[in-house]
């Protein structure tokens, strides 16, 4: 089992910056890539960017590439996204998510935060 606790969300002005944290504790951090995820009201989980377990290979959504940036840190069992240039349309719930698969299904990721508010006003 891995536990995990998102931080670092709020309410922030478009064209505003946000750094959202992940703090993992239990099971070998380092044995799972990491995601985050976001969700709107009455929507499925949307992928936003994952990271390998050694951190080597990120992906991003194509409506956040250029302007997210995933990270991680083993040492300190932590995996960051930052956020610059927010949009309205980045207002959701943001989810910290581990799994063993390389996936951008939000089914693939048996781990995940308890999530935090992201609110972007326009």
């Known amino acids: 089992q891995v536990q995990l606790v998102e931080s670092g969300g709020g309410l922030v002005q478009a064209g505003g910056s946000l750094r959202l944290s992940c703090a993992a504790s239990?099971?070998?951090?380092?044995?799972?890539?990491m995601a985050w995820f976001r969700q709107t009201p009455g929507k499925e989980h949307d992928f936003v960017a994952a990271?390998?377990?050694?951190?080597?290979?990120?992906h991003y959504s194509n409506s956040v590439k250029g302007r997210f940036t995933i990270s991680r840190d083993n040492a300190k069992n932590t995996v960051d996204l930052q956020m610059n240039s927010l949009k309205p349309e980045d207002t959701a719930v943001y989810y910290c998510?581990?799994?063993?698969?390389?996936?951008?299904?939000?089914?693939?990721?048996?781990?995940w935060g308890q999530g935090t508010q992201v609110t972007v006003s326009a």
């Open positions: 239990g099971r070998a951090f380092n044995d799972n890539h």
């Open positions: 990271v390998t377990l050694d951190g080597g290979v990120t």
């Open positions: 998510a581990g799994g063993s698969l390389w996936s951008i299904r939000h089914q693939d990721y048996p781990y």
